[in-house]
């Protein structure tokens, strides 16, 4: 075969990744865009120990090579992931494209991500070395680029159990199919007895990677929905203040005031 | 490394090229299977849909390497069967089809979707042609058309 591998399990993977200079290939849909006839790809996309979905106590682990479309027939995916996955492209490119995939091309506008960082995933990654577990949140270093080593393999995508009941999920396209997002929106929200334990705005495809701002987020947590409330004006300030966002199909004016009125809305939606 | 061979409409074929060729130009080129269409390039119009292992891909976006020892099934291996002639009689019956390049990939679209689901609504068959673009038809004539194959076609999904 020239320039490509297809191994035959996930070891196998893991020494052609150490040894040759390859180009993970999950379902293809961004590589092939790019069209690099003379890319060496390793087809990972159809190992078994890539395709699937397992649980633990603590998280749910969608495999790297798990494709949009067989993760929402899956009554273990959480329902803020398939609202963002269901909105992908159309049927062909749900059905190719993966979660490792989606991660791994390090663009903003990658639908599944803003859920990852709201919902506080980890990335577990692997190599003949061993294995490390990473904050989503860290694992990018900015468009285009991320931690994954040279002899790396994304393996799966850790999302947390519990805590995902309460979400927002928002994606403003050209149209409803066929679409690369303008801006995504994803929050999630909790609370326990009466007091805000979490309250998580991810903004997908507005700067060069997904953002998620904390410090600002602190602004709520501890709080009680009424005084949340008493907060509202100032919290929607500090995020006017610290969004900084890049051109690009549309303006950045368009696109703050787009993330603005989302991150109003999910508020609206979780009472606040 | 073992050479590159995949299932086209039945029969192993072989490739020389290299892996990280679209599946679309070697369809085209090499198996001569034009029936498969290029219209954008980038997985957002379907004029290059197919079935790989059943499942409905955009060729363009597939790297050869990627089907190793799959079945590929494109419209010159689908119109041999008796679901096509259903889509045909349907299509026909209710000019679905003006100038037909998007075609091909409409009724692989169709296909897959009356494959999972064979009474679908008009919702589930707008959803499931969403990926394929078509410019002449204004889609009303498509969707009555694969509504009417699945009426007329009961049975055979």
Redesign the interface.
């Known amino acids: ?6 191994p035959a399990s996930l070891q196998e993977a893991l020494e052609i990744r150490a040894g040759q200079d390859v180009i993970p ?1 999950a ?3 961004d ?3 790019k ?7 390793l ?1 990972i ?2 190992l078994p120990e890539l395709r699937q979905i397992t649980e633990d106590e603590n998280y749910i682990h969608i495999g790297a090579a798990v494709t949009f ?1 067989e993760a929402l027939a899956d009554p273990r995916v959480p329902a803020l992931m398939k609202a963002a996955v269901s909105r992908i ?5 749900r ?2 494209g993966t979660f490792g995939g989606n991660v791994g091309n390090a663009s903003a506008k990658a639908d599944s991500v803003p859920v990852e960082v709201a919902a506080d995933a980890k990335l577990r990654l692997i190599s003949l070395r061993g294995e490390r577990v990473v904050e989503i949140e860290s694992f990018y270093h900015g468009h285009g680029t991320h931690d994954l080593g040279p002899d790396e393999l994304i393996a799966e995508i850790l999302l947390p159990r519990t805590g995902l009941d309460h979400w927002y999920y928002e994606k403003v396209g050209g149209r ?3 679409a690369i997002s303008r801006i995504s929106f994803a929050s999630v929200f909790d609370m326990q007895e009466d007091r805000i334990t979490k309250a998580a705005a991810a903004f997908g495809a507005v700067s060069d990677t997904v953002l998620r701002f904390r410090d600002l987020e602190a602004m709520l947590i501890g709080r009680s929905v009424a005084e949340a409330k008493d907060m509202k004006p100032a919290y929607l300030r500090a995020y006017d203040e610290r969004l900084q966002l890049t051109e690009g199909r549309v303006s950045a004016q368009y696109r703050k005031r787009v993330c603005l009125n989302l991150l109003e809305d999910s508020l609206r939606t979780f009472g606040i | 490394m073992a050479e590159l061979s995949f299932i086209l409409n039945g029969s192993r074929v072989r490739y020389d090229g290299s892996a990280a060729d679209r599946l679309l130009d070697a369809l085209r080129n090499e198996y001569h299977c034009t029936s498969v269409k290029c219209g954008c390039g980038e997985g957002e119009c379907g004029a290059c849909a197919v079935l790989i292992d059943g499942v409905l891909h955009n060729s363009c976006c597939v790297a050869v390497g990627a089907v190793q020892d799959a079945q590929v099934v494109t419209l010159e291996g689908y119109r041999e069967t008796a679901r096509f002639q259903a889509l045909d009689r349907a299509f026909a019956e209710l000019s679905a089809v003006q100038c037909g390049f998007c075609t091909p990939g409409i009724l692989l679209a169709a296909e897959a979707l009356l494959s999972r689901s064979p009474h679908p609504d008009e919702a589930e068959i707008r959803e499931g042609l969403s990926g394929n673009l078509c410019r002449c038809t204004g889609y009303n004539a498509i969707v009555n058309a694969v509504k009417r194959a699945a009426e007329e076609g009961d049975g055979l999904w």
Do not use: C, E, H, K
Not at chain 1, 89 to 93: D, N
């Open positions: 075969m020239v320039n490509g591998y297809v290939y379902g293809g849909t590589l092939m865009v069209r690099r006839p003379d890319a060496q790809y087809f996309g159809r479309t492209g159309a049927p062909a490119i059905n190719a409803s199919a066929l």
